[in-house]
């Protein structure tokens, strides 16, 4: 360090007694002025930034390599980077999980990491309203912001239905894998399962909570309550003809306890739901949607014999 601060003096003696600089003395004295400043200052950063400076696990880089780079924020943490600063850290990943890398991603990463890869059955964003322009007329019209935040907060929406969607697209504009557009005949927001990475986006999206994750069945199949309306059954039947009444036929009929019913509004538990397809033939607004089943047989009624005298 000696030694730099020595030439450093000797060239500048050097400088002083060159004709060329006795002559432009205020120009150059300026210039190597600021040479000075700009070099001692960048000594003192190098200095300080070696001081200071935050040893990082290596592997935190592999780590985020071997993620999507999606950033959707779906795993809970700002973006791809966070999530492997926390996978590399943790010595528990069982709670860490990307859905859009799904299953392979995350057993790729625990092996690298030799770890035990977390596990989790994958999901796919749902709809849950079936009110759609045939079924849930328009009684009013909205000539706000086309946004379903805005419009949620200032009136219930263009129905009487309160809890419906409401069909401006803030889901739409949430999603960052063009999996969910809004039907323009319907009205309603549709999910193409296909593309859905189940990051959650529009289920936070939605401020009527009429989008939730659920679990996904192999080729699509489901069976789910389309209906997250609370008022009771005539209330529910004047603003919508598909909407859940809360009439119970659905709990008595189901044999794995998958439905539940609460707050005038039944309830199909993904992880308990076996697909037997009963419910749907008793419901009798044809709230409970199937999609990819055939429906059931219809029941034969029993043959009544008369004795003839």
């Keep these: 360090m000696l030694m730099f601060w020595d030439k450093l003096l000797m060239f500048i003696d050097e400088l002083l007694a060159n004709e060329l600089f006795v002559k432009y003395s205020p120009l150059m004295l300026t210039v190597l002025t600021l040479c000075v400043i700009g070099i001692v200052a960048a000594l003192i950063l190098y200095f300080v930034s070696q001081k200071f400076k935050v040893e990082e696990d290596p592997r935190i880089d592999d780590v985020e390599k071997m993620l999507p780079g999606a950033n959707c924020g779906g795993c809970g943490y ?7 600063c926390a996978l590399v850290e943790q010595d528990d990943i069982s709670s860490l999980y990307c859905s859009v ?15 035990a890869a977390p596990v989790k059955e994958p999901q796919v964003a749902t709809v849950r309203c079936g009110g759609t322009c045939e079924k849930r007329p328009r009684t009013s019209t909205y000539a706000g912001t086309k946004s379903c935040a805005i419009a949620s907060s200032v009136y219930k929406g263009e129905t009487d239905c309160a809890f419906g969607c409401l ?12 999996a969910i557009h809004i039907n323009p005949t319907t009205g309603l927001a549709e999910v193409d399962a296909d593309k859905c990475t189940a990051c959650g986006a529009c289920v936070s999206a939605c401020p009527k ?13 489901a069976i789910y309550v389309s209906c997250v309306s609370k008022d009771k059954g005539p209330v529910t039947m004047k603003a919508c003809k598909a909407g859940c009444i809360g009439c119970g036929k659905c709990v008595k009929v189901c044999e794995f306890g998958a439905i539940t019913l ?17 419910c749907v033939a008793e419901c009798p607004t044809g709230a409970i949607k199937m999609i990819g089943l055939a429906p059931l047989p219809p029941k034969e009624k029993p043959e009544t014999k008369t004795e003839t005298k």
């Design 209 to 221: 909570g009429v989008i939730e994750l659920r679990k996904k069945w192999p080729k699509n199949r």
């Design 101 to 115: 890398g799904g299953a392979d991603c995350m057993k790729a990463i625990a092996e690298y990491l030799g770890k």
């Design 167 to 178: 069909g401006y697209g803030d889901c739409v504009e949430a999603c960052a894998f063009d």
């Design 262 to 278: 609460e707050n005038n509004l039944a309830f199909i538990d993904s992880t308990k739901c076996r697909l037997c397809r009963k």
């Design 78 to 84: 700002p973006g791809c980077r966070g999530l492997a």
